[in-house]
């Protein structure tokens, strides 16, 4: 029996997830958590032989979290199943020290075999990232990731590392929240970094920092 546990904030998509595995001969959920502390907890205390990881949690999340487990636990497989389908990002996971990669969009199927995959010992990227993965691999220059950023883009980038607030940005901007928190999304989407403390790791490690 393959011992699976989950890492996710969101309620329903545990549920999902639990609801899936349940049919699914030869696997289990042990355990679940939902922010970062609580899966560092859980992975000390349960045998696992699969954890099932967003990117995306309160507290310490991201390539941070991986690096952590990793470090911790370097046997443990972790399939990281988030909503991200950059290329740059699932690299810097795998980079952390995933061993796989699975998009939320995913079909039920590719989920149970990259499980499966990881449990046997191996690793696992869903076709459609690791497609995209190629791709961006054989097109890579030489150009830093915040390059690619617009003027307000990189604007919103370094008032972030600031430690400046969604609303703190919008007010000094003169525009919406809204606009923020997408111009936000796009600059973790280009840069391919999962949280803002890795953009923050980012721009000291490029002195880009305030």
Do not use: W
């Not at 560092?40 to 310490?60: E, F, K, R, T, Y």
């Not at 590719?110 to 690793?123: F, H, M, Q, S, T």
């Not at 690791?130 to 691999?137: D, G, K, Y």
């Not at 890579?140 to 609303?167: C, Y």
């Amino acid at each position: 029996m393959i011992r699976v546990a989950l890492g996710d904030d969101h309620a329903i998509v545990r549920s999902g997830i639990k609801q899936i595995l349940s049919m699914t001969p030869g696997i289990e959920v042990v355990a679940e958590a939902t922010q970062g502390a609580e899966v560092l907890d859980m992975c000390s205390a349960q045998a696992i032989d699969v954890l099932l990881l967003d990117l995306n949690m309160p507290g310490i999340s991201g390539n941070d979290l991986i690096t952590r487990l990793h470090l911790k636990h370097p046997k443990l497989p972790i399939l990281v199943l988030s909503m991200h389908d950059s290329a740059l990002v699932g690299t810097s996971a795998l980079k952390a020290g995933a061993s796989g990669y699975v998009t939320k969009d995913s079909d039920t199927n590719i989920l149970i075999e990259g499980i499966r995959k990881l449990a046997a010992g191996g690793r696992f990227i869903a076709p459609a990232m690791a497609q995209a993965m190629a791709l961006h691999s054989s097109s890579t220059s030489d150009a830093l990731p915040h390059e690619s950023l617009s003027d307000r883009e990189m604007e919103v980038f370094r008032r972030i590392v600031k430690g400046q607030s969604i609303n703190a940005i919008a007010d000094s901007l003169s525009i919406s929240n809204k606009t923020v928190s997408t111009h936000k999304a796009r600059v973790l989407e280009k840069m391919g970094i999962a949280s803002t403390a890795d953009l923050v790791r980012y721009a000291m490690d490029h002195e880009l920092s305030p």
